[in-house]
Structure formats: structure tokens, C-alpha cells
């Protein structure tokens, strides 16, 4: 069935260092790929996505990185600061299902 | 504030009983999205509507049922609950009905003794 997962369940991280956040999906038919963020006692926030014909984007101070060969998605944070401090969720989007699935999540820890 | 509005924040209640999460989405938006969050879970689809039609449906129990209003609010309804119930339950809305980005409330969190 459909799942996303995530290679690392936890990372900890120094304040000022980029961080990189490991993801593993299943779908060969998403259209777009996503990453979520959410702080403790928060609903989800969108951060980024990427369409499944693409193999980079970046916005501001994430990069998400696509390899459709091995079904992976990372999500790279420059100068990680103590308020990236979350869970991170991937999620995948397929337009004709109209439903975002999620994975499972990695918690974020930055060391000051 | 993402500007979507879930109500109750918190609800305990006993098995067997029924209860009615609320969510008001952003001003202006047409879909309104359904997530159960537990521990061994993490976020599950569960429905969506788009101005007041059911657009996509998850893995919703039976006992639960949803809708969305002519004001575009959506009521989500639990009935029969279980322990295994207990959960957070959010609901997201995005401006159209295909859209990677959802906008999330803070949750209801539903405990069920």
C-alpha cells in the first residue's frame, strides 16, 4: 500500500550546523513530494514541496533534494537554529487522490 | 496562526460515546482536510471536502463520519469511541482542492477513559 517512511527516527544537531533529514517513499505515481514541520503542541506547517519532475529546489535556508532512482527525499537545513527545533514530516502528494499521505516523522534536536 | 480554528482544543470523554470535533477553516478557502495524529500512527489522512462535497477519503472508520457546511465549516463526527480512539485530531484547509500546501489548525486532542 502507500507509505512513506523516514530512515532516522531522531538527529541532534549544534546550533549553526546544516542538518539533513532522510526520507524513503513507495509511490512511484506521486506528483509532488513535501516536507512539513511541526513544533510541539502545533498543527503541521508546510515548508516545502517539489514536483516529482524535479531533482532540487530550494527556499529559504531549506534545500529538498529528489532522487526518483532510489526513492528518496532529503531535506537540508543551512545554519540549523534552536527554532528548527521540531518534528519533520515528508508527505506525498498525488493530484488524482487529492490526499496527502505522510510519513512517519524525525524529530530535530539543535544543540546551543 | 495558520488561521484555522479546531474546536474543542481538548475533549475527554468515555467509550461508547460520541463526539463532534469542529473546524473553521481560513477565510476564503474550499477544501477542508481531516488528519488523525497518534504515537504509533503518526498523521493519517482521513477525509477531505471541497466546497461542501466529499473530495477523498482515507482510512475513516466507519463510526466516524464528516461534512462541511454551505459556511464552509466542517464538523468531524466520532460515534461507538474506543480507547484506541485517543488521539489528536487536525484539520487543515487549503484554497483550492488540489494543493500540496494545507494550512493546519493546533488540534483537538480526544481522550477516550
Known amino acids: 500500500g502507500e507509505s512513506v517512511g523516514l530512515h532516522l527516527p531522531t538527529l541532534s544537531v549544534q546550533e549553526g550546523d546544516n542538518s539533513i533529514i532522510n526520507c524513503a517513499y513507495s509511490n512511484s505515481a506521486s506528483d509532488y513530494f513535501i516536507w512539513y514541520k511541526q513544533e510541539s503542541g502545533k498543527g503541521p506547517q508546510f515548508i516545502i514541496d517539489?514536483?516529482?519532475?524535479?531533482d532540487k529546489r530550494q527556499g529559504q535556508r531549506v534545500t529538498v533534494l529528489l532522487n526518483k532512482t532510489v526513492k528518496h527525499l532529503s531535506l537540508q537545513i543551512a545554519a540549523t537554529q534552536p527554532g528548527d527545533s521540531a518534528v519533520y514530516f515528508c508527505?506525498?502528494?498525488?493530484?488524482?487522490?487529492?490526499?496527502?499521505?505522510f510519513g512517519a516523522g524525525t524529530r530535530l534536536f539543535v544543540k546551543a | 496562526d495558520s488561521g484555522v480554528t479546531q474546536t474543542p482544543k481538548h475533549l475527554i470523554t468515555a467509550t461508547g460515546q460520541r463526539v463532534t470535533l469542529r473546524c473553521s477553516p481560513r477565510?476564503?478557502?474550499?477544501?477542508v482536510y481531516w488528519y488523525q495524529q497518534s504515537l504509533d500512527q503518526g498523521l493519517q489522512f482521513l477525509i477531505q471536502?471541497?466546497?461542501?462535497?466529499?473530495?477523498a477519503k482515507g482510512n475513516i472508520l466507519e463510526r466516524f463520519s464528516a461534512q462541511q457546511f454551505p459556511d464552509l465549516h466542517s464538523e468531524l463526527n466520532l460515534s461507538s469511541l474506543e480507547l484506541g480512539d485517543s488521539a489528536l485530531y487536525f484539520c487543515?484547509?487549503?484554497?483550492?482542492?488540489?494543493?500540496?500546501?494545507?494550512?493546519f489548525g493546533q488540534g483537538t486532542r480526544l481522550t477516550v477513559v
Open positions: 508527505a506525498e502528494y498525488y493530484t488524482g487522490g487529492f490526499k496527502t499521505i
Open positions: 471536502y471541497y466546497n461542501g462535497e466529499e473530495r
Open positions: 487543515a484547509s487549503s484554497a483550492v482542492g488540489a494543493s500540496t500546501e494545507a494550512f
Open positions: 477565510s476564503g478557502d474550499l477544501s
Open positions: 517539489i514536483r516529482s519532475n524535479m
